[in-house]
């Protein structure tokens, strides 16, 4: 069984439309929770960042983290075609005393927002 | 403020041979991290540099040996390539010890292995 599990979609959704995105995972020790945004030919872009357990918005992203249930969500409010992408979530615990160690991620979900 | 940069973008090989790849970090990072990325997956961790030693490893093979020198920027070397190693190969750097600042990726240097 592997670490994080994300449903690889594909999802198609119309432009306008709420995403939902999640990820599971079985570690406890994961503290840190993020998502990355992957173009085609391109390198994964941070999205959001959590720590721990709670919510956090930014602009028409939201991110939700329930630690007692391992489970991980990233919600995108009117979707536009340019959110067409691979979404990939990521986790972390502490590592060394630091903040970031070894990142592990999701398989990664393919978005398709049409006009 | 320039961001993580690796090169070459793409490089083909074939089996045997061996192949070096180079990062160079976000500009105020010391922390380097290479994650291999097969097609259709997430990112898998390799390995990261720290202080120009390896400070954690993921469940790769020695063929995989890596290197970051005083100006933080790193190379992660593959000896004796296999098919299996046709994937892109991403860097991210970081700040220890920084709250809040999560790693950041290059575009990655894609290998193809004939």
């Known amino acids: 069984q592997k670490e994080v599990e994300q449903d690889p979609g594909p999802l198609s959704v119309p432009e306008g439309a709420i995403v939902s995105l999640n990820c599971t995972y079985s570690?406890?020790?994961?503290?840190?929770f993020m998502w990355y945004r992957q173009y085609s030919r391109k390198g994964p872009e941070l999205l959001m960042y959590?720590?721990?357990?709670g919510n956090k918005e930014d602009g028409r992203f939201t991110a939700q983290v329930d630690k007692s249930s391992k489970y991980i969500s990233l919600f995108i409010r009117d979707s536009q075609p340019s959110d067409s992408a691979t979404y990939l979530c990521?986790?972390?615990?502490?590592?060394?005393?630091?903040?970031?160690?070894?990142?592990?991620f999701g398989q990664g979900t393919i978005l398709t927002v049409h006009p | 403020d320039a961001g993580v940069t690796q090169s070459p973008t793409h490089l083909i090989k074939t089996r045997g041979q061996q192949v070096t790849l180079r990062c160079s970090p976000k500009?105020?990072?010391?922390?380097v991290s290479w994650y291999q990325q097969a097609l259709g997956q997430g990112p898998q961790f390799i390995f990261q540099?720290?202080?120009?030693?390896?400070?954690q490893r993921g469940n790769f093979p020695d063929r995989f040996s890596g290197h970051q020198f005083p100006n933080y920027s790193s190379e992660l070397n593959v000896n004796a390539l296999l098919l299996g190693d046709s994937a892109l190969y991403l860097c991210?750097?970081?700040?220890?010890?920084?709250?809040?600042?999560?790693?950041?990726f290059g575009d990655g240097t894609r290998l193809s292995i004939l």
């Open positions: 991210a750097s970081s700040l220890v010890g920084a709250v809040n600042q999560p790693q950041h």
């Open positions: 540099y720290y202080e120009e030693e390896e400070r």
């Open positions: 500009s105020g990072h010391d922390t």
């Open positions: 990521a986790m972390s615990g502490k590592s060394g005393g630091t903040s970031y160690g070894k990142l592990t």
């Open positions: 959590t720590y721990s357990s």
């Open positions: 570690n406890s020790a994961f503290q840190y």
